[in-house]
């Protein structure tokens, strides 16, 4: 059982970073996949970043790579999200989600965080 809470979304320019954070509560997810996924108004879900339980391992969806960066810090329970160079077609609810070891889904979600970028 896994409960995630983002946070570091915000308004900025187009050009600037963010940093989000995901934190989990409830049990460590140490073990688990931790995926990046955002919703733009009117916009099904589209994936951004999925990162090992290691953090050895990570992916980027063709749209983001070379600009965001996923990592994890295990101790702390949490896993970032930075993003940098960041365009108005980033804007969305950005969300973190966890895969259990044994899953083939991703099982629990966040509450979403919105980032704004302005151009």
Do not use: H
Request: hydrophobic letters at 35%; aromatic letters at 12%.
């Amino acid at each position: 059982q896994v409960q995630l809470v983002e946070s570091g979304g915000g308004l900025v320019q187009a050009g600037g970073s963010l940093r989000l954070s995901c934190a989990a509560t409830g049990r460590t997810f140490s073990s688990y996949v931790v995926g990046w996924f955002r919703q733009a108004p009117g916009k099904g879900r589209e994936f951004v970043a999925a990162i090992s339980w290691s953090g050895g391992s990570s992916n980027y969806a063709d749209s983001v790579k070379g600009r965001f960066t996923a990592s994890r810090d295990n101790a702390k329970n949490t896993v970032y999200l930075q993003m940098n160079n960041l365009k108005p077609e980033d804007t969305a609810i950005y969300y973190c989600a966890a895969q259990k070891p044994t899953s083939t889904v991703y099982d629990y979600w966040g509450q979403g965080t919105q980032v704004t970028v302005s151009s």
